[in-house]
């Protein structure tokens, strides 16, 4: 079945670059995502990657994935107070890519001043 | 803004009571799904409804039902509820036509405490 790991905790300096890792069980994956969940609220989706690329950049974002060693990360640049989140990474295996996620215990991004 | 409302945010039941929580989808979405997120976890699938048809079901109990209207919004029950009910319920919503990104829209929750 699919399972989905991720570190619970990650401190980073302001304006410093946030790394923030996953690794996934399902070679089958089509899909990958992260998404960002602040305080009492639901959650956001940051970027995805589709599970035949290497690489992908969004702005301050950048979406790394080995599939080989099924690691997925994402790379917050130049990281903001309003970066502090907990962050989820999540799998699918839908042709579709919306049909069923497995997300990750998530990781809680604390920013240092 | 996702455009996904959910109701009620908050409530409180006793044990073996039943639950309805609620969810508008977001306009010209036809897919909804419902997450189960205990305190400390990653969200858990529960199912998914798609032409008012449950479309795949996660390892929930068959306590947990839920229901998609015409007009795509969506229920969720819950019956004989248990301590370990007590979670933040998410909806989201997505169009299975647009494009294949994936990419659901999330409510901001209901937060069912079961004493």
């Known amino acids: 079945g699919e399972d989905v790991e991720q570190s619970l905790f990650l401190s980073v300096r302001e304006g410093d670059s946030s790394v923030i890792n996953c690794t996934y069980t399902?070679?089958?994956?089509?899909?990958l995502y992260w998404y960002k969940q602040e305080p009492g609220a639901g959650l956001q989706l940051l970027t995805y990657?589709?599970?035949?690329?290497d690489m992908k950049q969004d702005q301050r974002l950048t979406v790394l994935l080995n599939k080989k060693d099924k690691h997925l990360s994402l790379r917050i640049a130049d990281t903001q107070t309003g970066d502090s989140a907990i962050y989820f990474c999540a799998e699918s295996i839908s042709n579709f890519g919306n049909e069923k996620l497995t997300f990750g215990t998530g990781t809680r991004l604390t920013i240092i001043p | 803004e996702t455009g996904v409302t959910q109701s009620p945010t908050h409530l409180i039941k006793t044990r073996g009571q039943q639950v309805t929580l609620r969810c508008s989808s977001q306009?010209?979405?036809?897919?909804v799904s419902w997450y189960q997120q205990a305190l400390g976890q990653g969200p858990q699938f529960i199912f998914q409804?798609?032409?008012?048809?449950?479309?795949g079901r996660g390892n929930f109990p068959p306590r947990f039902s839920g229901l998609q209207f015409p007009n795509y919004s969506s229920e969720l029950n819950v019956n004989a509820l248990e301590l370990d009910d007590s979670a933040l319920y998410l909806c989201?919503?997505?169009?299975?036509?647009?494009?294949?990104?994936?990419?659901?829209?999330f409510g901001e929750g209901s937060r069912l405490t079961v004493l």
């Open positions: 989201a919503s997505s169009s299975r036509w647009t494009g294949n990104t994936g990419e659901l829209f």
């Open positions: 399902d070679s089958s994956s089509t899909y």
């Open positions: 306009s010209g979405h036809n897919t």
């Open positions: 990657i589709f599970s035949n690329m």
């Open positions: 409804y798609y032409r008012e048809e449950e479309n």
